[in-house]
DNA sequence: TTAGGCATCTAAACCGGTTTAGATACAAAT
DNA sequence: ATTTGTATCTAAACCGGTTTAGATGCCTAA
């Protein structure tokens, strides 16, 4: 009897509905299933998720239970199974923006070490506005996230969750972090312009909110001064996204701060810009005003990003093993979400130059 | 007494716990909440959630069901809450790869519709495998997504669920469709070639996998026959990413084929490529090889993806709108979602010619 | 005095799973 | 015949909310 109660049921799936508004085939639920073999929902919960309990009942009913829920087409509901289970298998990554060549390698690198492990992951973007820096790692959490990935993003305070930082502040000991050695990297550069006899250097400062701009203006200080050359205060440029269009920032940063720094009016022979997209943008702005690349003017980026190799003059640059750091970052938040490690860790990596031919032998 | 338990609870959260394990602060439920208050659950329930049911309850009680959970500081269970109303607000993101300036220009705009209407979405990437396409879309609903958005990813049969495609394949009807007028897109490109005097043209043809690939060279057919100018076989690279080391596929494709296209010594003035990215990547191809860009080979792309206007010489383009795409796109989920609606919108959009200075008169 | 009406609040079912602590039946051992 | 053991399977609590259908007490009108 019950088993025909359920095949009708089942039926109906592919019967052509006569109400207007079907609500489509109705969702086996694991007590249809069961009522459909006579047995309980618990052991049809056993044996679907091969608990140790299914052992203790017979093979041929727990071929009988496979059989039927490959038939009906059972599908778990995925919010019940996280209410007991308390776990989703959900993590959060937030970033400043999406489309930016620096995010995009982190999150090639987070995906593919998080989709191995059965995990999925939602993204959300924070544009640089503080009250979403603020809120939208709780509100990942909230969404049912089991932990969160940020990626460049400053954090004011500990989180109450497995929390995994990367590219950014390194403030908060009590998260981990995974980052570039931004003053390696800034040495890494500026060594190889002094190396092309390249002495009168404007740079692009970073944005006051990026994480790597302390650092790595520490590291082109020191450098400089270990060097001999000394910082032209007006040859030093500040990006700032608020004389910018909203909207992902690109090479159209680079472009604008590139005419500014122009317009100063002061020789240089090299810029070290902050990043590849804003090396880009400068590059075709002197070219616009006139200079050839790399003999008037060479550029010196930093990240490495995808296409860096294929700007106009092919980019000399610091490489962030960006890929790597996503998947080191993933890698951490899981071991925290599942053994709730606690230790702080604290993953420097190591940058490496590029060497491409936006770079020339200073004229002297 | 109630309370003092309830209050003991909290102030157990800022003691030091002496247990090794401590599970962190208890999560106050609603059912904590409640007792805490000496009031029943659904009383509170009520309140917090604004239900029409509310108003049944005397002011002061509000006040103090609002008070007490802003100190206990309660955050309702998301996946209890899903489970009743089986809706979660997630929306799933299938795109071919990250990374790629087409998708991020398509994600920028479903991001800023969603985060509107208080959705999250959460992405996944198919890197063109078979058997991801196939499995991914259900695996994202399975995981709890309201509704699919497939980013130019081919579907071989209807969905059980939500589902808008964004500029992809349009051979199912059952669901939605935003893409683009490809073959007035390859028209564009092909007359602002033709009217700079180019006859002998090159052309790359598209990932058999690409759901534009087919309707972009109908466009090219048409067209070219349309202003008598023939194509030449020889002329014409099929773009294959078996070909191509795995990873997100950039301007590395187009420099390769790039590269094969000249070794086939046969004389062309332009190449109309498939996409930006592989534009770039035979632009580079082509300057390694020799040739000055544009005077020697005029070059178009397809997207106008953020960037072409940095490339060198500034890339002339068809302009897909990308963030609006993305953007109808996640409406039209979110109304089919919504109001469960079932007429198929079909949302063809218009190209645009953007003309930069990749393509110089033809010299005769 | 008593029924009706209103304001306020609650008991309990429900969503769809997981899991603990037995229940039941039958065979072997005493 | 009774106990013990073992192999199967299940009842029911639970996760943390939402929601329906009352319960309760008090005031007013007949």
Redo the contacts with the bound molecule.
Sequence with gaps: MLCCVAMSRVASKTSKGKKKAEAGPK?????T??EHL?????????V??D?P?AQ???????QRILKAAEELN????Y???C????RSYLVGVLVPELGEGYVAGILAGIERELLQDKYVYFVSSHQWVPKLIEETPRLLVERGADGVILVNTPLSHAMPFPTVNVGGHKKLTSVANIHLDNRAGAALALEHLAQQGHRRIAFFRGHAESADTEDRWAGICETAARLRISIDPELVVQLDKSLMPPGPSGPEEGYLFGQKLLARRKKFSALFAFNDMSAIGAMSAFRDAGFRLPEDISVVGFDDVHGAAFAYPPLTTVRQPLEEMGELAAQTLLHRIEKGARRADQILLKPKLVVRKSVALAEN
């Design positions: 969702q086996v639920s694991l007590r299933l069961a006579g047995l309980s929902r618990a052991s049809v919960s056993f679907l998720n608990s309990m203790t009942l017979s093979a041929a009913t727990r059972y599908r778990p509901n919010f019940a199974r209410l007991n289970k308390k």
